[in-house]
């Protein structure tokens, strides 16, 4: 399975911060925003991963990440030149994935919770049909809602329903299988003239193939979009790792911890982060063995 994050848009909601730079490079308390859906995906064991963004600001993308070498992971991009709806990018990305499974998670979400990189390597195994989450929330009607019968089975999903039949949000973390370039072809723009994952996950519902896993009370789920929330998860983050003393979305540590690279590259790459309390909890790690 292969990885893909889309940070593409403008950003107009974070307006002027995001005049001249992607929100998704914003920072989230310690680290870019973009760092945060990329250890979702490292922690799912996926390390072929393709960064979508504007033709503007893919050029910071490359700078930023590099190859993903140094994190033992393998990065490509490639350019969505204007909004085009969240199932576009799998257009996009059509000759990059060739055929195989993927997993799509959007740009500015940001995940944390307990037996979390468990779910996210067993979602990662997904060989047919889709994989999408739910998560409770106060304003449904802000979101994609999937309706979920008494047994925890999809009925129906709708895109910001006026009345939504349900309290059910699905998060922008998406797993699909090898057709879904396929199915992303067959989809009609909808009236605001994107293509919607909402319909994308329609289709494989209606053939009987979409899993919905509910994310309880133990993990967070935080879209950055706003000023508001980009300062909640800033807080969030501050606070976890304020109380417990651990990086939440450390690249350099998940490739450490899952054996990607060694303990004298986790030390090297400590030596280029400045004089800093990032750089001084890479090389504790590094201590810790």
Not at 174 to 201: C, H, Q
Request: proline share 6%; aromatic share 10%; glycine share 10%.
């Amino acid at each position: 399975m292969k990885g893909i994050i889309l940070a593409g848009g403008k950003g107009t909601r974070l307006y002027p911060m995001t005049r001249v730079v992607s929100k998704q490079l914003l920072p989230v308390y310690d680290k870019p925003l973009v760092y945060y859906p990329l250890s979702l995906l490292m922690l799912a064991g996926l390390r072929d991963i393709l960064v979508i963004s504007t033709p503007e600001d893919l050029p910071q993308f490359r700078r930023l990440l590099g190859s993903g070498e140094q994190w033992g992971v393998r990065f490509a991009y490639a350019e969505q030149d204007q909004p085009r709806g969240l199932a576009h990018a799998f257009l996009v990305a059509a000759q990059y994935l060739a055929g195989e499974p993927a997993c799509l998670i959007l740009g500015d979400n940001l995940f944390y919770g307990h037996g979390l990189p468990d779910l996210l390597r067993q979602s990662a195994q997904l060989r047919q049909g889709a994989l999408i989450f739910a998560y409770q929330v106060k304003e449904p009607q802000r979101y994609g809602v999937v309706e979920l019968d008494a047994q925890g089975r999809p009925v129906s999903i709708e895109e910001k329903p006026a009345r939504p039949k349900s309290r059910y949000a699905v998060p922008g973390l998406y797993f699909y299988d090898g057709r879904v370039v396929e199915f992303a072809a067959m989809l009609k723009p909808s009236a605001r003239g994107e293509l919607e994952i909402t319909d994308l996950n329609r289709l494989y519902l209606e053939r009987g193939e979409l899993q919905v896993r509910i994310l309880g009370r133990g993990i967070a789920w935080l879209d950055a979009g706003t000023p508001e929330s980009l300062l909640q998860a800033a807080e969030f983050v501050h606070a976890v790792q304020e109380r417990q003393g651990v990086m939440v979305a450390c690249p350099e540590e998940i490739a450490y911890r899952m054996g990607y690279i060694s303990r004298e590259q986790l030390c090297d790459l400590s030596r280029h982060l400045g004089d800093n309390s990032y750089r001084d909890y890479l090389l504790r790690l590094a201590e810790e063995g």
